[in-house]
């Protein structure tokens, strides 16, 4: 596996975003057992801390723990979108035990790398961090690929998310549009198309998708 690591597809810097003190100790062993990335690898124990970690290393590479609890969910989710919107370059491997189908769905289409079960063998998981170096398309293991075989998502454009994110919060599109100054045709149109690529039928499907990701 290490042979398709090359000084051109490193990342500047390795974070391990992962509040389990055992699993992160887990994951940063793995990393730091192949020479070749050992010295880039850190690890973050507060998500909060990692905002100002990614601000000082454009284009890091984000190992971020996808909880099943609700009130870390929304910080994670929090975190992957402001990193969508202030920092596109940054490389984010969703790591979860949450397997639920809507919260993968969402996970994929905000753009994430790759998504790893923590159930996963420790081979798969070094396999995909490794090829997730070298690819811009989105890589799953193996259980979490069964669960997103019928998914309907394809990936949110950044106004997209932008929007389906303030919706989440429980706005309606026409304090949307007043709040990041938009059109508001404009603003329903990426509503209408988010909606579509998540396979949302319904403003019921949205309030419960944002609930779920929101922990409301």
């Not at 970690?53 to 890091?60: D, I, N, T, W």
């Not at 398309?137 to 990936?155: G, H, Q, T, V």
Request: aromatic share 6%; with cysteine; hydrophobic share 45%.
């Amino acid at each position: 596996m290490e042979n398709i690591i090359t000084a051109s597809n490193l990342p500047g810097k390795i974070m391990v975003v992962v509040p389990c003190v055992l699993t992160a100790a887990g994951v940063v062993h793995r990393l730091k057992s192949m020479p070749k990335i050992n010295k880039l690898v850190s690890n973050i124990k507060m998500i909060d801390e990692a905002y100002g970690e990614v601000l000082k290393v454009p284009g890091s590479f984000v190992i971020l723990n996808i909880s099943e609890s609700s009130t870390l969910l929304a910080e994670e989710i929090k975190f992957i979108n402001w990193c969508l919107m202030v920092q596109p370059g940054t490389t984010i491997v969703a790591y979860t035990r949450n397997h639920k189908l809507s919260v993968l769905n969402y996970i994929s289409a905000l753009g994430v790398r790759a998504i790893i079960s923590q159930y996963e063998p420790s081979e798969t998981f070094t396999d995909l961090v490794i090829k997730s170096f070298s690819t811009k398309s989105m890589l799953s293991s193996p259980m979490i690929k069964n669960i997103l075989d019928a998914r309907i998502s394809c990936e949110l454009t950044v106004c997209e998310a932008q929007v389906i994110g303030e919706l989440f919060q429980g706005y309606n599109v026409s304090q949307v549009a007043q709040k990041l100054g938009r059109n508001i045709r404009t603003v329903s149109a990426h509503k209408r198309h988010a909606m579509e690529k998540l396979g949302l039928q319904c403003e019921k499907d949205l309030h419960v998708l944002g609930c779920t990701l929101l922990g409301k």
